[in-house]
Structure formats: C-alpha cells, structure tokens
C-alpha cells in the first residue's frame, strides 16, 4: 500500500494533497507543526528546525512517497538557504533508518526562473515561456539549496525524485505565507463594506502582460502523477493550470464576483501593503457583523507576497510542454479556480 507523508500538511498545497491521496485510498501521514485533525490523516506534529526532534517525530515512520510542500520565511536569502535546506536535511536523515521511501517530491516554484525575493525579476534572466531546461540563476536561492538537499539524499538512500515548479498557487489556508486568492478576498470584501475603490495594486506589464497561475488542485494531481509515473522519475517540472490570462481582464472577472467595480487602471502601482495597513480594525468589525471565523486579518492576508507578484516588471508564462508529453493533460481555467477559492472561504465563514 502506498503510505504519503505529506511535509507542510495544513498549507494550501499540503492541504489540498492530503484530500486528493486520502480519496485515492492512500495512507497519508500529515507532518506539519500543527498538523490539526482530519478523517483518515495520521498527524505528526514535528518542527523540522530542529534535528532530534524531527527524529524523533519520524520514529517508526514508514513512507514509500515523501511530498515536501512547506517552507519557513527569514529576514534574508542566505537565511533562507541555511534553514530550509536544514529542514529538508532533517526530514530525509530522519526518514533514512526505516529504509521505506521510494520517491520525494519537492514542491518549489517559478523563483527557479525568477530569482528570490530579494532580487526577484532583476537582472539577466531567462525568456519566456519558462522551460526546466533552463538553468539556475547565478544568485543565492533557498529554492536550489532544497533541491540539492533531495539530490544528494536521493544518491545516498536510492529514492527517485521529482521537484515541480508552481506559479502563484491558488487555494485556501489559514495562516499561509504566500496565498494571493485569501489577500485577494478580503481585500474586496473590504472594498465592498467600505466603498474604497478595488484597486490593481501592481505594475503595468503585469496588467498588460500575458501571465498564468497555479490551482493548488491541479499541483496535487501533478504531484500524484509524477510520483507514481516510471517516466517521470528524476525529473524537474513546471506546473500551471493551462491556460493564460491578462489581469486587465481578471481583476473585473474578480470584482464581479464580489459584487464591486473595478476601479481603472492608471499604471500607478499602489501596493496592497500600503492600501491595507490600516485594515485590520475595519476587517474586525466586518468579522462581528456577519459573523465571521477570522478576526486577525493578519491570518488570513499575505499582502507582501500578492505585491512581489503584481508588481513584477516583466511577463511570467510557463511552458508544460515536459509534462504533457509524459501524459499529464489535466486542464484548470484560472478565473474558476478564484471562484472556487472564494466559494470555500465563503462557505467556511472567512469571508462575508
């Protein structure tokens, strides 16, 4: 039997892999710091920062497929480096007694391409689309430490391997470092109960420009495809929905779910930071009128990740050529995956 262990269980990825393996007949073990609780998910709470106790954690833990979708944010990119792949070392040297894993996937993104925040779309990068042929950037990055990590645990222990490349991925957590469709969200909600304008906070060429992204549902069939696929063993993949899009045109798509106007574009870019700064009394009162789940907008909002995506001074498209000739096909239009998104946080009492 197949047996998950699913790194970063209670994010948007994790979350929406554990549901996608548990209604695949997969044993799944859900490792985060707070795992919670959920119908036919064994919980391991461990903090992968920490060696023994990731040890100790894995203790009689016994995965055939490792999915690795978590990562820990700090102050600078060399910080990043030496956490993360710290955290991925811990998890694969904890694993390494019981011998059980066949495959490691390691969830990490278009930064491949783009380079890290801190010189994110600067300098000499590759042309779009993005390919995986296309080598590392010569710049620090946290996504290439991880990698390395898997790659040399993978030569020691004889597990395959597979690393996916999402653009900005869109599904529903609480407490998530980078989820742009909840930012999005109470943003509007926000405009709605207050009349502001639903301003485009980011930069002309993402306006203008041609752009793609990635449901969380489509990267947990990617993830189950590649690790369960002999072709697909050993490789590095992109990951997006499929289709392509221009925010000229989905941001009024968003705003006419919400109910709202979206306010011209001028070209300015007016960063959701600024724009919401104030915001978290005005969310607590929006919360007790309709009595809502969250009343810590801070919980539910990543506005300096949606910014560092919007404000990008350069077209981002993705190819998923690699994929779709080893037989992944599967097809996600964008706009319903905000739809389907802002349904749930509705239907979960996040939003009004």
């Given at each position: 039997m197949n047996h998950a262990l699913v790194v970063g269980a209670s994010g948007i990825i994790g979350s929406a892999l554990t549901e996608l393996?548990?209604?695949?007949?997969?044993?799944?073990?859900?490792?985060?710091?707070?795992?919670?609780?959920?119908?036919?998910?064994?919980?391991?709470?461990?903090?992968?920062?920490d060696a023994d106790a990731t040890r100790a954690a894995l203790e009689g833990v016994t995965p055939t497929h490792v999915f690795i979708a978590t990562w820990a944010r700090q102050a600078n990119e060399l910080e990043n480096i030496r956490v993360n792949s710290a955290m991925v070392r811990h998890l694969l040297d904890g694993l390494r007694p019981a011998g059980s894993v066949k495959h490691v996937a390691l969830v990490t993104g278009l930064k491949h391409y783009l380079g890290p925040f801190e010189a994110y779309g600067k300098g000499v990068l590759p042309e779009t689309p993005f390919r995986e042929e296309q080598g590392r950037l010569d710049v620090d990055n946290f996504y290439y430490a991880q990698e390395d990590?898997?790659?040399?645990?993978?030569?020691?222990?004889?597990?395959?391997?597979?690393?996916?490349?999402?653009?900005?991925?869109?599904?529903?957590?609480?407490?998530?470092?980078?989820?742009?469709?909840?930012?999005?969200?109470?943003?509007?909600?926000?405009?709605?109960?207050?009349?502001?304008?639903?301003?485009?906070?980011?930069?002309?060429?993402?306006?203008r420009s041609l752009t793609d992204m990635t449901d969380a549902r489509q990267l947990a069939r990617h993830l189950l495809w590649a690790s369960t696929t002999p072709a697909a063993a050993d490789e590095a993949f992109n990951v997006v929905n499929?289709?392509?899009?221009?925010?000229?045109?989905?941001?009024?798509?968003?705003?006419?779910?919400f109910g709202i106007e979206a306010a011209p574009f001028d070209g300015t870019v007016v960063p959701l930071e600024r724009q919401m700064e104030a915001d978290a009394p005005v969310w607590e009162r929006i919360v007790a009128e309709?009595?809502?789940?969250?009343?810590?907008?801070?919980?539910?909002?990543?506005?300096?990740?949606?910014?560092?995506?919007?404000?990008?001074?350069?077209?981002?498209v993705t190819d998923m050529s690699k994929s779709r000739r080893m037989g992944f096909l599967d097809y996600q239009p964008t706009d319903d995956a905000f739809f389907d998104a802002f349904a749930r946080l509705r239907a979960e009492r996040f939003i009004p």
């Open positions: 393996l548990v209604a695949n007949g997969w044993k799944v073990s859900a490792l985060a710091r707070r795992p919670g609780a959920r119908d036919g998910v064994t919980p391991i709470a461990a903090d992968l920062t990590e898997v790659f040399t645990a993978a030569k020691r222990d004889g597990f395959h391997w597979s690393v996916h490349r999402p653009h900005t991925v869109i599904g529903v957590a609480v407490g998530n470092a980078m989820n742009m469709a909840t930012t999005l969200a109470v943003y509007a909600s926000i405009c709605k109960a207050t009349g502001r304008p639903f301003r485009f906070p980011g930069s002309a060429a993402q306006w499929g289709d392509v899009f221009r925010w000229s045109w989905m941001w009024s798509r968003i705003a006419a779910w309709h009595g809502l789940a969250e009343p810590d907008m801070h919980r539910l909002v990543s506005a300096w990740h949606s910014d560092a995506d919007l404000g990008r001074p350069i077209e981002v």
